[in-house]
């Protein structure tokens, strides 16, 4: 392989065998170098996911407050609108209360939903698992057997 920077060499002159520490230094650096770009390839995935996570997840709190604030103050006057309809105030509130409990169930089954749908960094364990592959011996060679 020749760079750039690399003098090629004259097409009077014939080409070398490369050396045996020529051919392990290359593999090495190739091995070295795909293994940086699996490890890059994994941090670009993570990032995007975790990014997605956190930020579903600061939703589900932020709305999570809102909604505490939002039913205290309804409860409050869904109550008062029960007592004033006829009913005594602890039915009246026994009614509210168990009313949120069902939507606050209903709203925390959504977000876990939603949350099981971030995925890992698929990509990267396919790629992965594809460097074995790259080392294995062909499927014309028997392989030997292994203890």
């Given at each position: 392989?020749?760079?750039?920077?690399?003098?090629?060499?004259?097409?009077?002159?014939?080409?070398?065998?490369p050396?045996?520490?020529?051919?392990?230094?290359?593999?090495?650096?190739?091995?070295?170098?795909?293994?940086?770009?699996?490890?890059?390839?994994?941090?670009?995935?993570?990032?995007?996911?975790?990014?997605?996570?956190?930020?579903?997840?600061?939703?589900?709190?932020?709305?999570?407050?809102?909604?505490?604030?939002?039913?205290i103050?309804?409860?409050?006057?869904?109550?008062?609108?029960?007592?004033?309809?006829?009913?005594?105030?602890?039915?009246?509130?026994l009614?509210?209360?168990?009313?949120?409990?069902?939507?606050?169930?209903?709203?925390?089954?959504?977000?876990?939903?939603?949350?099981?749908?971030?995925?890992?960094?698929e990509?990267?364990?396919?790629?992965?698992?594809?460097?074995?592959?790259?080392?294995?011996?062909?499927?014309?060679?028997?392989?030997?057997?292994?203890?």
């Amino acid at each position: 392989m020749s760079t750039a920077g690399e003098p090629q060499p004259a097409a009077s002159e014939p080409e070398e065998e490369p050396t045996l520490g020529r051919l392990v230094a290359d593999a090495s650096r190739d091995i070295s170098t795909l293994i940086q770009s699996e490890i890059a390839l994994a941090k670009a995935e993570l990032k995007v996911t975790v990014r997605t996570s956190g930020t579903g997840a600061a939703l589900l709190a932020v709305a999570g407050f809102i909604g505490l604030v939002i039913i205290i103050l309804a409860s409050i006057t869904i109550a008062q609108f029960i007592i004033y309809a006829g009913l005594d105030p602890w039915w009246a509130y026994l009614i509210v209360t168990g009313t949120y409990l069902l939507i606050a169930l209903i709203l925390a089954l959504l977000g876990v939903r939603k949350l099981k749908k971030v995925r890992g960094p698929e990509k990267t364990i396919a790629t992965a698992r594809e460097i074995p592959k790259a080392f294995s011996t062909s499927s014309d060679e028997p392989t030997p057997p292994q203890a």
